[in-house]
């Protein structure tokens, strides 16, 4: 059963258990180009993201079929010139994609992830395509093997706090490339958020692995380290320390 009135829908369709990824690209001198496929991954039982993984771990035959679709999409809408994002759904049953919303736009959110897997970020494109310039994009050429944008969600009432300094320089000391991305809410935000989506979201990792295995092995680690509750107890310094880390 379905709570929003049937009018509000220009066509309707159960998408239970669908697959979800992003393909992104760009149009230069009117051609439309892929740059790939990725995984939209959420938390189990819910429509919340956990993460997004690049490159996706679908099949090269599923990838290159949601490819296509998200291609003829932007080529049909006349799009011919900048970055997009194509959302999909894909059913593991009865392989039907389905497209949830074009974004003629940078997914922000990925440029490290193609960079860190690719070597070269979305925001150099983008300015390329900016001064008019033809991209050339690198495959694979990056130093990682997988990247993902991991996503901090808190499902209840608790509030979260930023991790200690000490354990956050251990994050910058242990996974240079590791970054933390801090969105912490305040009262009204953060209960508007619980109120629209069931959770509300305090942080972001991004890092890389040397293949999907090994990236959820560091982030697993980095989950142990990082405390969010306000409650870890803080390291005191002794003033060379303070002096030798300001150098």
């Known amino acids: 059963a379905c709570e929003i009135d049937a009018d509000c829908f220009i066509a309707e369709g159960c998408v239970d258990g669908a697959i979800q990824v992003c393909v992104d690209g760009y149009a230069h001198d009117g051609k439309v180009n892929i740059l790939g496929t990725v995984d939209s991954v959420m938390y189990p039982g819910t429509n919340a993201f956990q993460r997004f993984e690049y490159p996706s771990r679908l099949s090269a035959e599923r990838v290159q079929r949601l490819e296509i679709v998200a291609q003829r999409a932007v080529e049909a809408i006349g799009f011919s010139h900048g970055l997009f994002n194509v959302e999909l759904f894909l059913d593991p049953t009865t392989e039907r994609i389905t497209i949830v919303e074009i974004n003629p736009r940078m997914a922000g959110q990925f440029s490290d992830l193609y960079e860190r897997v690719d070597g070269k970020s979305l925001w150099a494109l983008e300015l390329e395509l900016a001064l008019g310039k033809t991209p050339v994009w690198p495959r694979r050429a990056g130093t990682f093997g997988a990247a993902a944008s ?8 608790a509030v979260k706090y930023a991790p200690a300094e000490t354990q956050q320089r251990w994050l910058t000391e242990t996974y240079p490339d590791a970054k933390l991305f801090l969105d912490l809410k305040h009262a009204t935000s953060r209960a508007r958020e619980t109120k629209w989506l069931g959770n509300y979201r305090y942080a972001l990792v991004h890092m890389g692995g040397r293949d999907a295995e090994d990236l959820l092995a560091r982030f697993a680690d980095v989950c142990k380290h990082l405390d969010f509750t306000g409650q870890s107890t803080p390291v005191i310094e ?10």
């Open 150 to 157: 991991f996503v901090f969600r808190e499902f209840g009432s």
């Open 238 to 247: 002794s003033k060379w320390q303070v002096l030798r880390r300001s150098f």
